[in-house]
């Protein structure tokens, strides 16, 4: 079995930074790609930003060039460096790590969520 936990949520002012940090633990091989979503009151779930195995990367629209991501292969860890903050980006921030198991296919698994709150 694979745990996602997530840190490094909280409230703050607009304009300021965080830094989320999601660590996966369990039976791990490797990890293909870890993502960051987000999902707000009344609204659907989305993308925030990606890293695959080899480092690319992918952001959503509403924070390029805000956001950071960034792993840590060998603690099985990706980081959100999120600067600029804004109203908007208030919401549950999730971590999902497409997992290469020990002795199984590969699963895809989400951390249990951490508020983000940005007042203005």
């Known amino acids: 079995q694979v745990q996602l936990v997530e840190s490094g949520g909280g409230l703050v002012q607009t304009g300021r930074s965080l830094r989320l940090s999601c660590a996966a633990s369990?039976?791990?091989?490797?990890?293909?790609?870890m993502e960051w979503y987000r999902q707000a009151p009344g609204k659907q779930r989305e993308l925030v930003a990606g890293v695959s195995s080899g480092g690319s990367t992918v952001y959503g629209d509403s924070v390029k060039g805000r956001f950071k991501i960034s792993r840590d292969n060998a603690k099985n860890t990706v980081h959100l460096q999120m600067n600029s903050l804004k109203p908007e980006d208030t919401a549950v921030y999730y971590c999902?790590?497409?997992?290469?198991?020990?002795?199984?296919?590969?699963?895809?698994?989400w951390g249990q969520g951490t508020q983000v709150t940005v007042s203005s």
């Open positions: 999902r790590f497409n997992v290469r198991n020990i002795g199984s296919a590969d699963t895809t698994y």
């Open positions: 369990g039976s791990i091989y490797s990890v293909n790609f």
